[in-house]
């Protein structure tokens, strides 16, 4: 998940080291770090970090030790949000210019696509160095590379658009750029969409030829999701089903791949996790809104003490809204503040927006002089 606890100059806080920590407690195998940014121009959130050569390593060093108790792995999940950038820090851009829905993006350019590669491979190899257990390679929801994949996104007439083949050759460069950079042994995964679940967006036909193609690269992980934040589109994760969102989508992908497969989005139950790796169809599985609400949940489930924790039931709420009161509930976790009665969705709402504008100034100010200072 984008916890979206950064300082503002892309910086680890404390709040965010005790949020980590706090799940390395309860039980979890990993945890990974939601859309850290390879430099500070787009960024998804002024709460994300950003890792390369300018960062402070010995602060993500420390969030690396806080977060890796227990045993748990804490992975870096390395993004460029493209043309969902957040704008008021972005010049927001995509594989080809567009406007829709509202949203306008210019197109990327080719010498800034060649750069990419080596960007992911900078940010894993000092993720290393900063003893992360791992990196996660984002090409889901909507944030660049899931935007090289989809054909409603992509109409370049280059190498990187047209078929799925090119539309997946800036995913592969990534995926080789980084092994190159952070050895064999070093965990990568990618973080997958079954579908963007958008008209003439990306398919399921073409994420399996995609799942494929990854099984043939030296990655480690496959970890399967769907959906897009794009303005409009209905998000997976407030839907009103209680299954696994993607588990049919899975089972074709076993069949395409030996590599381990990972399903997130939709488990609310101990039984629906168990029956989803007892079957063969994946090997791990991916948690979000219900380690928000309850954080010691793995122990729980292994104790057999909660089978299911209490979701909110929302109604009515606005475009986003829903994030937003999840996202401030991780706030209170990493202020030791949660309670067991739900927090109001305005109040929810009003202190995310107010949080995202006051950090806007920070992040403005700092990577403005940051920029001017080496120029």
């Known amino acids: 998940m984008s916890d979206s606890l950064g300082d503002g100059t892309g910086h680890p806080t404390e709040p965010q080291m005790r949020l980590y920590q706090r799940w390395a407690e309860g039980g979890l195998a990993a945890s990974i770090i939601g859309e850290v940014q390879l430099t500070s121009h787009y960024a998804e959130n002024p709460g994300n970090l950003v890792l390369n050569e300018e960062s402070d390593l010995e602060r993500f060093r420390a969030l690396a030790l806080r977060g890796s108790g227990n ?85 370049r007439r280059d190498e990187y658009g047209g078929e799925i083949t090119n539309r997946m050759r800036l995913l592969l460069e990534v995926i080789d750029a980084t092994r190159a950079a952070v050895g064999p042994a070093f965990p990568i995964a990618v973080k997958l969409n079954s579908s963007d679940e958008l008209e003439g967006g990306f398919k399921n036909d073409d994420a399996l030829e995609l799942v494929a193609a990854l099984d043939r690269t030296s990655i480690d992980l496959i970890d399967i999701s769907g959906g897009t934040y794009f303005p409009g589109a209905k998000s997976a994760s407030d839907r009103s089903g209680r299954g696994p969102y993607f588990l049919e989508f899975a089972k074709h992908a076993r069949s395409m791949t030996t590599k381990p497969l990972m399903l997130t989005g939709g488990f609310k139950t101990h039984a629906q996790a168990e029956e989803a790796v007892a079957s063969g ?49 991780l706030a209170e976790i990493a202020a030791g503040t949660e309670g067991s009665a739900f927090g109001d969705l305005e109040g929810a709402i009003q202190a995310y927006a107010a949080r995202d504008e006051s950090r806007t100034k920070v992040w403005s100010a700092h990577f403005q002089r940051y920029s001017v200072g080496t120029s």
């Open 281 to 329: 169809t994946v090997d791990l599985i991916g948690l979000a809104r219900a380690l928000v609400l309850e954080p010691l949940l793995p122990n729980l489930w292994r104790e057999n003490k909660l089978d299911e924790p209490i979701f909110p039931r929302f109604s009515g709420t606005p475009e986003g809204g829903v994030t937003a009161w999840y996202t401030m509930r």
């Open 71 to 155: 045993g748990t792995n804490l992975w870096l999940q390395l993004g460029h949000a493209g043309a969902l950038a957040y704008a008021p820090t972005s010049n927001r851009k995509g594989p080809t210019a567009f406007d829709l829905q509202g949203l306008r993006c210019t197109e990327i350019t080719q010498e800034e696509i060649r750069a990419l590669p080596l960007q992911f491979a900078d940010t894993a190899r000092l993720a290393k160095q900063a003893s992360f257990g791992g990196v996660q390679i984002r090409a889901a929801h909507g944030f660049l590379l899931s935007q090289f994949l989809s054909p409603l996104f992509n109409k």
